[in-house]
Structures are given as C-alpha cells and as structure tokens.
C-alpha cells in the first residue's frame, strides 16, 4: 500500500502533467462523481494487494467486495481517494482503510461492528505525504522521505485535550437543514464569550475527511457530519464502512472520539457495504457534548444562544 500511497504523490504533486486528474468519468453505486484519479487509485490498490494475504477487497468506488486472494485470512476496506472533488484545488486528499478478519464472504466480514477492525489508519497527500496508522496500540506516524522514496517512522503524539482557542469543523451552509440540537451546539460555539459556553471558537471547514481528521490529531478540537433534512441527507453523508469506522478506530486509538451524535462508530452494525452514517469526533469532552444537546429541552434548545439548562451548573 505504501508504494501505491508514494505513486499516487507523485501523480497528485505533478498536476496536469499527468493529464486531468479531476476529470469526471462517471459515478459510482450511490450516484456520487468518480474523478478519473478515483478510478486510478482503486485500480491500483486492488493490483497491489494480490498476493499479500488479503482475501475480501471493499472498496468505496465498486458495488461489491471482490475476492483478491481466495486463500487470504484477512480483508480490507478502503476509501481510495477521498476528497477528490478538492484535487484541481491542489487541497490535501488522502486514502482511507482498515483492515480485519476474512470470514467466508463479505456480508459476513464487513457488515458487522467496527470492534473487529485490527488497524486502520490514512494517507494524506499534501505538502507532506504522510501515514497515520494503528494496530491497536495507539497511533504511528510516517512520512515520506521523496529522495529516498521510503516512508520513515517519526514521532506521535495523541489528540491534544484542549486547545488555546477551540476549534469546530462543520459545513455552516447547511444550517437551515441540520436537527436543532446540533444548531443549538454551533449557536452556542459562534456565541463565544457571549454565549453559554463562555469562550471564543474557530471554524474549520476543508471538505476532505483525511484533511480534517489529520488537523485535529494534531491540534484538537471537533468534527461534525450531521444528518439533515436533504434528500439523501436523511442518515447522513458518510459511509460506515469506507470512511467513518476506519477514522473512529484510529480517533479512538489517539485519545479521542467518535460518534453518530449519540452511539460510538464502532458500535454501529451497517446494514450495506455502502450504508451511510452521521458523523462527530474529536477531543472527548467536546464530542460528549453534543450529545448532552440531543437531551435538552425542546424550549432550550430552540433558544437562540440561551444558557443551555444542562449547563448552567
């Protein structure tokens, strides 16, 4: 995988000098545009992993798991390029995965809780190429050596617990659509020391998961992919399998958490290789506080940067 992570850099550094990345060559099973570097990352992880042991291949950009190795004793889901709509943008995007047991076919393997994951972890293609990974014994860090074409182990430490000014990710245009615990949250964020959180807060928003989840292992703060009241928003945008397991088993592992706002994304059991899921993770005060929103009262929560009853105390 690392020498498909090293090619894919190099493809992403040089631009348009390896002909238009970014160009749409069509859609994968749940209607979302496959950029043509889309297509040429899964090809070419699929091609890599022959032969290593992995048996069952799922993979964001096909309907169904294939068979790599019929005698493999593991198996592996993969994001192979996520964030693509941001690479004619020249904005970090990355590959997800995790990887787990084989049982004798994919339903069985993949549709099952995250606690099954033996390690997960990305690569992030930016001014850094860097892995972020876990086997289930806290996080690891490599980055790419360019002149040495190798990835080299370099100190990591966990998800900081707080932060001099706290920082939020979440996609404010779609305020009007989100459920009103999670309005309540971000009014109470954006009303700083005003507001019943007391303090001042910065937004982030990148739009590439890989991008954001490295932002935060590195300085803190809070992820939000709400459900919302969008035609195929209803269950959120994010896929289980893909996307949202692999990123909580190697949030968790560096400290922190992750939620569908309320469950913890190792403990949902998907119903689709493509199933989708709310999102929220993060330092774990932070994340554990979005839930406390969804048991507010309805007249608290609805109150414009009122002082939120659970908290007054």
């Known amino acids: 995988m690392c020498r498909v992570a090293a090619?894919?850099?190099?493809?992403?550094?040089?631009?348009?000098?390896?002909?238009?990345?970014a160009e749409n060559v069509g859609a994968n099973t749940d209607g979302d545009t496959q950029k043509a570097l889309d297509?040429?990352?899964?090809?070419?992880?699929?091609?890599a992993l022959r032969g290593t042991g992995i048996r069952w291949y799922a993979s964001e950009e096909q309907e169904n798991a294939v068979e790599v190795d019929a005698e493999g004793r593991l198996a592996i889901a993969i994001d192979?390029?996520?964030g693509s709509s941001n690479i004619d943008v020249n904005v970090s995007i990355g590959t997800i995965f995790s990887i787990q047991p084989a049982e004798a076919d994919p339903e069985t393997t993949f549709l099952r809780p995250g606690h099954h994951i033996e390690a997960a972890g990305y690569f992030i293609y930016g001014p850094q190429t860097a892995l972020m990974v876990s086997f289930g014994d806290g996080i690891r860090k490599f980055i790419l050596d360019r002149e040495k074409d190798v990835f080299v182990e370099t100190p990591a430490s966990g998800l900081p617990q707080s932060c001099?000014?706290?920082?939020?990710?979440?996609?404010a245009s779609n305020y009007r659509h989100w459920p009103q615990p999670i309005r309540a949250?971000?009014?109470d964020c954006l009303?700083?020391?005003?507001?019943?959180?007391?303090?001042?807060?910065?937004?982030?928003?990148?739009?590439?998961?890989?991008?954001?989840?490295?932002?935060?292992?590195?300085?803190?703060?809070?992820?939000?992919?709400p459900a919302d009241a969008r035609d195929g928003y209803q269950s959120g945008r994010l896929r289980l399998v893909y996307e949202c397991a692999p990123i909580a088993f190697l949030i968790e592992q560096s400290g922190g958490k992750a939620t569908n706002t309320l469950t913890p994304i190792l403990d949902l059991t998907p119903d689709s290789l493509h199933a989708r899921t709310p999102f929220v993770f993060g330092t774990p005060d932070k994340v554990e506080r979005v839930a406390t929103y969804h048991d507010l009262?309805?007249?608290?929560?609805?109150?414009?940067f009122g002082n939120r009853g659970l908290f007054r105390a």
């Open 191 to 225: 009303a700083g020391t005003n507001g019943p959180r007391g303090k001042n807060f910065n937004m982030r928003w990148i739009a590439s998961l890989v991008a954001e989840t490295h932002r935060i292992i590195t300085r803190g703060g809070i992820f939000l992919y």
């Open 80 to 82: 192979p390029l996520d």
């Open 39 to 47: 297509v040429i990352a899964d090809e070419a992880f699929t091609a």
């Open 297 to 304: 009262p309805e007249h608290e929560v609805s109150a414009l």
């Open 185 to 187: 949250y971000i009014d």
């Open 164 to 171: 001099k000014v706290p920082e939020f990710a979440i996609n």
């Open 7 to 21: 090619d894919l850099a190099a493809r992403i550094a040089a631009g348009g000098l390896e002909g238009n990345l």
